[in-house]
């Protein structure tokens, strides 16, 4: 059983910085490539950042220049460090192994973490 634990979000002002964990257990790392979503009141959730097993890197454009996502595979964890945070980057913020190209993802959601950037 696959566990997902993010951790990291906070209130924060416009402007401000945050940097996102996930924890996860098992094997998963050398598998698949690993995301970070994030959910807004009223909207689908939506995958903002991608890391592949090599390193890769991509980025939703509505973040892209903001943000970084990392991944550290002896401590099976993932990070996503946020900068110039806006009010609309407010969401839960949850991560999640990547299935396939589309951004689905692999196993169940964990809690997630919430963001809030407001004045």
Do not use: H
């Not at 996102?20 to 690993?34: N, V």
């Not at 980025?59 to 892209?64: E, F, G, H, R």
């Not at 806006?86 to 913020?93: I, L, M, N, Q």
């Amino acid at each position: 059983q696959v566990q997902l634990v993010e951790s990291g979000g906070a209130s924060v002002q416009p402007g401000g910085s945050l940097r996102l964990s996930c924890a996860t257990s098992g094997d998963i790392f050398s598998i698949y490539a690993m995301g970070w979503y994030r959910q807004a009141p009223g909207k689908q959730r939506e995958l903002v950042a991608g890391i592949t097993t090599g390193g890769s890197t991509k980025y939703a454009d509505s973040m892209k220049g903001r943000i970084t996502i990392s991944r550290d595979n002896a401590k099976n964890t993932v990070y996503l460090q946020m900068n110039s945070l806006k009010p609309e980057d407010s969401a839960v913020y949850y991560c999640n192994a990547i299935r396939d190209y589309t951004g689905s993802p692999v196993f169940n959601w964990g809690q997630g973490t919430q963001v809030t950037v407001s004045s």
